[in-house]
């Protein structure tokens, strides 16, 4: 699932609270900005690729196989996400980055690398294009926020285009893991069966089936926790504006 939620990631600084919470010491916030800038960089570099083999192919269908690199590069680098928090740079929690960093890694890896056939299915497009507009945004809007100049629009866009970003990265997730349904089960693919030395089995096939079923709860939770931050956040200068 994707790992966009404005207020429970890996941003430095709040800008919500009243109360002005202790950031990163000087160093801390050196390594924080320049990890920010280039996870920014790097997905840019996906984005423009995207557009230049659609420019070039004159189609969308197969524009993963331009990118594919780069973005397994810069999503795997974002495990070190989970790092920051253990070591108590980011004051996030551990557990909750770790389910939206590793979910990602896992579909990234265990999905479409492993599931060679699902590459080229529309679905992969579809989250890798949610994916890659929405961590442009966030690591910006982290990178501003440590230098303590966020502007207000990497602002509004963070938490505001997760509206349909969000619902869509995670339906282009689903529809991946379906289409790989097929060939896991054909191929055995990561599959354990008995008898063995260790007696223990394991279906892959069942096992993805059970992550499809867990967005059913996890889901709703997370994207309208996103709608109450977005009202906290953005809500103060919305009812401004109304009264002017």
Sequence with gaps: MSAAAPGTSKAAHSDVAPKKKKGPGAL???YLVIYNVV?????LVIAVGLVRAY???????GLYYSIEKPL????TGAILEILHCAVGIVPSSVVLTGFQVMSRVFLTWAVTHSVREVQSEDSVLLFVTAWTVTEIIRYSFYT???LNHLPYLIKWARYTFFIVLYPMGVTGELLTIYASLPYVQKTGLYSVTLPNKYNFSFDYYTFLIL?????IPLFPQLYFHMIRQRKKVLGHVEDYSKLE
Excluded: C, D, P
């Excluded at 992550?211 to 967005?215: A, D, L, T, V």
């Design 55 to 61: 420019l070039a192919r004159g189609s969308y269908h």
């Design 28 to 30: 801390a916030t050196a």
């Design 144 to 146: 501003f926020s440590l």
């Design 39 to 43: 996870m920014t960089a790097g997905w």
């Design 72 to 75: 397994k590069f810069f999503q």
């Design 211 to 215: 992550i499809m079923i867990s967005y």
